[in-house]
């Protein structure tokens, strides 16, 4: 969770009293998948590049 807090998407607090476990799994995930499929497309822009 220290994830999610860091990346300024909830705070301390609302971890605690505002999200039920499931939802902030929910939350981490999908903040994960994100991050994947970024890291993907800058993978393609580097193949892209290197392929010229």
């Known amino acids: 969770m220290y994830s999610l807090i860091k990346a300024g998407l909830a705070s301390k607090t609302e971890l605690e009293t505002v999200y039920t476990l499931d ?22 822009i580097k193949e892209g590049r290197d392929s010229r």
Do not use: F, G
């Open 23 to 44: 939802e902030a799994l929910k939350l981490y995930a999908l903040y994960r998948m994100d991050q994947d499929i970024e890291r993907c497309r800058l993978d393609e």
